[in-house]
């Protein structure tokens, strides 16, 4: 790092100025002193060099040094400016603070005014110089945090390793970086990424392994970031005698190193460290996300051809089973036009079993659709209508909503069936078995068995329809209901307490419910009996 401090001296008496330059350079070695006559002299020099300090008289012929002052902070507004005048009064002091002064110092006899003067000079550019480097610290914060998010964007895992590439030698100011993620393949570090310099400097390698020694592979094993001032000070180091001299390497957790060199010795300090740590802790989101998507596509792709093989699959079970039944139902309808048997109804029933079976199976098959055309349906409407499809004597519906809510009508009818159904063949506690057995959803069948329907008759059950708060709604009956232990089990595929059902009617509404984006609640209703809230 070049220490030097460069001051312009500016002041009409040329000898006053050529001692000054020879107090002030023998006071500090390292600085070098320019003089210049007068104002217009000074910026000439200003524009053509680079200083770091001006000092510079106020009582000068022509420009004086209140107006060189005012000159300087609008082309250089951050150059430190210390006035050292002869004529010294609370007026001039006080028009200097104002035009924006780093220091005020009157002359005096004896030499001490020159080491006064020298400390001066060097607090203001110690000054200057920690102000630049905190703007610079900002500005590459607030670029890292970009960064970031165009890291999180990346489509794959070499466009993260570039982009990395990029901010260190962009952002940070780094010459020689490369990016290694590991690779279990090959066993180690592999080289995803690097600088333009890279190629020029270091020898081409393709892997670190673990039985390499490399400082890389320290680095990224014990996933703490080192810092080497000068490797060929190191007893071993891979890229001695390559010109590289100073190494910082960053460990990306599992996934790598970013690795970081330079051709001069001692050339990271901590806010080197630090960046370069935001850097890497965006790059190992970055990755993170990346590996997430991926899995995520991985499990997409093994789950769409899972549904396309059961689609298939259903699809051509549906048409070998849908033929044979078909005839046998044909067959049974003849046979009973004939024959008035008992024997002969139970077949038809079973017969129909077997077609809403097949009717459930599809359903279930299916992909949820995920671009359902909705419509603003009645509430109200629809849940008369399809209670005319499943109503049973002693059932009553209760309707205590007229809401509007948006929905794909059939996918709808289908849910409300498939609800009305369960709470008018199993709301009753007299038609259960044990307590527990509440959880048929699946039966579309159309056949009722009168003794069913007396027994319900006998229990007086209601089903009720309305509006939730939050603008959902629910459906609920005051049978015995589900019991809270069951809950989760009853919406499973195939799950049913009754060997004559299919046990496929809730995980239907719950396929509907989830195709328009809805929450399903299972919950007891104010008498007891089930209730399935749509939120």
């Known amino acids: 790092m ?75 507004e951050h150059l430190p400016f210390i006035l050292f005048t002869g004529r010294g009064s609370e007026e001039v002091a006080s028009k200097a603070i104002s035009a924006g002064v780093t220091d005020y110092l009157q002359k005096s006899s004896g030499s001490e005014q020159y080491t006064l003067l020298t ?99 320290q680095a990224y094993a014990s996933g703490e970031v080192q810092v080497y001032d000068d490797i060929e000070a190191l007893e071993f180091a891979a890229d001695q005698d390559t010109g590289l001299r100073s190494l910082l390497h960053v460990p990306l957790d599992e996934y790598g190193t970013i690795a970081v060199g330079e051709t001069t010795p001692s050339a990271f300090d901590e806010t080197d460290v630090f960046l370069t740590r935001i850097l890497a802790t965006a790059g190992k989101t970055a990755l993170r996300a990346q590996e997430r998507e991926s899995t995520l596509k991985a499990e997409r792709d093994r789950v769409e051809r899972q549904n396309e093989r059961l689609n298939e699959f259903a699809s051509v079970l549906s048409h070998d089973l849908r033929s044979p039944l078909t005839v046998a139902q044909g067959r049974l309808e003849l046979l009973n036009a004939e024959y008035d048997s008992e024997d002969i109804d139970a077949a038809l029933d079973a017969i129909d079993r077997m077609n809403t079976l097949v009717d459930d199976l599809l359903r279930l098959a299916r992909e949820p659709d995920p671009d359902l055309e909705l419509a603003a349906v009645s509430l109200s409407s629809i849940a008369q209508d399809c209670w005319g499809t499943v109503s049973a004597p002693g059932v009553t519906l209760s309707i205590e909503s007229e809401q509007t809510i948006d929905a794909e009508p059939s996918r709808l009818r289908q849910l409300l069936e498939n609800l009305f159904r369960n709470s008018v063949e199993h709301g009753s506690t007299g038609s259960r078995s044990p307590p527990g057995d509440a959880v048929e959803h699946g039966s579309t069948s159309q056949h009722t068995h009168q003794g069913d329907a007396d027994e319900r008759a006998d229990d007086g059950i209601e089903v009720r329809v309305g509006a939730l708060p939050d603008g959902g709604f629910f459906v609920e009956d005051t049978g015995s209901g589900i019991p809270q232990d069951e809950r989760t089990e009853v919406v499973e595929m195939g799950y049913s307490t009754s060997p004559d059902n299919t046990g496929f009617g809730l995980a239907i509404v719950k396929d509907i419910a989830t195709e328009h984006g809805w929450e399903m609640r299972l919950t007891e209703s104010t008498e007891g009996g089930a209730r399935f809230e749509f939120v």
């Not at 070695?29 to 200083?51: C, F, K």
């Not at 900002?138 to 901010?167: F, K, M, P, W, Y």
């Not at 080289?191 to 190629?199: K, L, Q, Y």
């Open 2 to 76: 070049d220490d030097t401090i460069r001051v312009l001296h500016v002041d009409d008496d040329p000898g006053f100025a050529d001692l000054t330059a020879t107090y002030l350079t023998r006071e500090c070695e390292s600085m070098v002193v320019d003089t210049a006559p007068d104002a217009d002299e000074a910026i000439q020099q200003l524009r053509s060099n680079t200083y770091d300090c001006i000092v510079s008289d106020y009582n000068m012929p022509g420009t004086d040094g209140l107006s060189l002052l005012r000159t300087v902070r609008s082309e250089f």
């Open 119 to 217: 400390n001066r000079i060097e607090n203001a550019v110690a000054q200057a110089q920690s102000r630049r480097k905190l703007q610079i610290q900002r500005n590459q914060l607030e670029a890292l945090h970009h960064a970031t998010g165009e890291l999180i964007e990346c489509d794959s895992t070499q466009e993260i390793a570039d982009r990395l590439v990029g901010a260190a030698e962009d952002i940070l100011g780094f010459s020689i970086v490369v990016v290694r993620l590991y690779d279990a393949d090959a066993g180690g570090l592999v080289p995803i990424a690097g600088s333009d310099p890279v190629s020029k400097t270091l020898p081409e390698r393709e892997v670190f392994t673990p039985e390499g020694g490399s400082l890389n592979w």
